[in-house]
């Protein structure tokens, strides 16, 4: 099994930045990469960023493409979300999930391409 915990979720005016992380633990080593996905009242989750273990690929919505970065560090084994220039769209509950096979387009920005969830970071952001 694999935990996850997401962390860094708050307040923030559009514009500004926010970094999430979020931190596993447990069999770690199990797991061929993260993705980060969110979910706005009212609406359903969506996809938002994932990345493959070995770091060399990464995958972005549209929505969030050149402002959000995801990156790694696997000697923490923990995942980050920098979030440059938010808007209030971007407001909504941040959630990790880790997959146990190797990511690839269209796996990265499913749902069904991970095992594992977090609890979620809530996001909000001020206009």
């Known amino acids: 099994q694999v935990q996850l915990v997401e962390s860094g979720g708050g307040l923030v005016q559009a514009g500004g930045s926010l970094r999430l992380s979020c931190a596993a633990s447990?069999?770690?080593?199990?797991?061929?990469?993260v993705g980060w996905f969110r979910q706005a009242p009212g609406k359903g989750r969506e996809f938002v960023a994932a990345?493959?273990?070995?770091?060399?690929?990464?995958y972005y919505a549209d929505p969030v493409k050149g402002r959000f970065t995801i990156t790694q560090d696997n000697a923490k084994n923990t995942v980050f979300l920098q979030m440059n220039s938010p808007r209030p769209e971007d407001t909504a509950v941040y959630y990790c999930?880790?997959?146990?096979?190797?990511?690839?387009?269209?796996?990265?920005?499913?749902?069904?391409?991970?095992?594992?969830w977090g609890q979620g970071t809530q996001v909000t952001v001020s206009s």
């Open positions: 999930a880790a997959s146990r096979f190797p990511l690839n387009p269209i796996s990265a920005s499913e749902d069904s391409g991970y095992d594992y």
């Open positions: 447990g069999r770690t080593g199990s797991t061929y990469g």
């Open positions: 990345i493959r273990s070995s770091g060399f690929s990464t």
